[in-house]
C-alpha cells in the first residue's frame, strides 16, 4: 500500500485488492451520475479483478479512483494499463482544466500506480484516452515532466481492448517501468 497526503484537492491511496476491504466497501457504494456518458464504465466493477487501486480520499471519504489492470487478452504479458476506469467526484473536479493538466493528486496517484506495477514484476505501463489527442498530449507532456519519466506517444489510435468496438481504438502513451 502506499499513501500520499493531500495536496490541494485530494489525498492518494494506492493498494493492492486484498489490502483494503474497507476502501473495497465505499468504492462499491459510490454513486454515480447515470447522465455521465461514461457511467456505464462503473456498473458492477469487480474490485479483485485489477493490479492496483487508487483512491481520492478526503477525511476517510473515497472521492475518486482509478485502477491498474493486466487484461492478458488484449496487453503484452508485461504491460499494465494504469489510470483505467477513472472517475473523480464533481466536488474535486476543476471547471477550468486548461490551468494545470496534471494535478499534484493525478500525479501521486501515477507514481503509485508505477511503482507498485513495477513492484509486481510489470515492466511497461500505458495510459490511454478515447478523445481529444491535443489534450491527450498536453497531459503526457505534462506528467513526464512531472514524475521525471519518459513516455512514448503514439501517433495513431492504438487498440486497447475489443478490435471490433470503436471505443477500444484510443491515444496511448507508453512509459518503461
Known amino acids: ?5 493531500k495536496k490541494e484537492m ?3 491511496i494506492s493498494f493492492y485488492p486484498n489490502e483494503r476491504p474497507d476502501l473495497i466497501e465505499q468504492l462499491n457504494n459510490l454513486k454515480f ?20 487501486i487508487s483512491v481520492y480520499e478526503n477525511n476517510n471519504i473515497v472521492q475518486g479512483f482509478s485502477v491498474a ?8 504479458k ?3 494499463r494504469i489510470l483505467s476506469r477513472y472517475w473523480k467526484d464533481n466536488s474535486i473536479r476543476l471547471t477550468c482544466t486548461h490551468t494545470e493538466l ?3 493528486h493525478l500525479i501521486d496517484m501515477i507514481s503509485h500506480q508505477i511503482t507498485m506495477c ?4 510489470f515492466t511497461s505501463a ?9 489534450y491527450f498530449r498536453k497531459l503526457i507532456t505534462n506528467i513526464q515532466e512531472k514524475t521525471n519519466t519518459q513516455w512514448h506517444l503514439y501517433d495513431d489510435k492504438q487498440c486497447v481492448c475489443m478490435p471490433r468496438a470503436k471505443s477500444c481504438w484510443q491515444y496511448k502513451a507508453s512509459t518503461q517501468l
Open 1 to 5: 500500500m502506499m499513501q500520499s497526503p
Open 126 to 134: 500505458f495510459i490511454s484516452r478515447e478523445r481529444s489527442p491535443r
Open 118 to 121: 513495477k513492484n509486481l514484476g
Open 102 to 104: 496534471a494535478m499534484p
Open 10 to 12: 485530494a489525498g492518494v
Open 69 to 76: 489492470w493486466h487484461r492478458p487478452k488484449y496487453y503484452k
Open 33 to 52: 451520475n447515470y447522465k455521465d456518458q461514461l457511467s456505464s464504465n462503473y456498473d458492477n466493477i469487480d474490485w479483485h479483478e485489477y493490479e492496483v
Open 78 to 80: 508485461d504491460e499494465v
